[in-house]
């Protein structure tokens, strides 16, 4: 599993943040929560996304897959605006056959919403940041 390094949104430092890790990352310069981005597979999407102890936001896409390039920013974006709620994983079908197969993945990009690692909310399609925002909203407050 690798980590990412992502400028802290507040302060502008550079943190290295883990793939999977127990809790939520925070910057090590001003203490505030980070977007928690990451990509995960077959081999590790356990770790990466179930076990998460926030919202993880599932994105099933394919290098391939127009809108799925399209709708990638906009899940960037809610992840910077949910930092310390929401975890975004990507998964890439074509390179996690069996994370497909298991999710019964007919279309991409296929959201899904998971808490403890099930999946409480799923959609297909893209869709703009203001949707996508407002849909993990009202799972996160349903789920609160």
Do not use: Y
């Amino acid at each position: 599993m690798a980590s990412k390094v992502i400028e802290c949104p507040n302060c502008g430092r550079k943190n290295r943040i883990p793939a999977a890790a127990d809790g939520i990352p925070h910057c090590g310069n001003c203490h505030k929560p980070m977007p928690w981005m990451a990509e995960a597979g077959d081999d590790d999407f356990g770790d990466v996304a179930e076990r998460a102890n926030i919202l993880v936001l599932v994105d099933m896409w394919a290098t391939w897959c127009g809108p799925c390039r399209q709708v990638s920013p906009a899940l960037e974006q809610v992840a910077r605006d949910l930092a310390g709620k929401v975890k975004l994983v990507k998964v890439d079908v074509d390179k996690a056959p069996k994370v497909s197969e298991r999710f019964t993945i007919q279309a991409v990009p296929t959201l899904m919403l998971m808490r403890d690692g099930k999946v409480v909310a799923r959609r297909a399609g893209a869709a703009p940041a203001s949707a996508l925002r407002s849909w993990t909203d009202e799972v996160l407050r349903g789920a609160a």
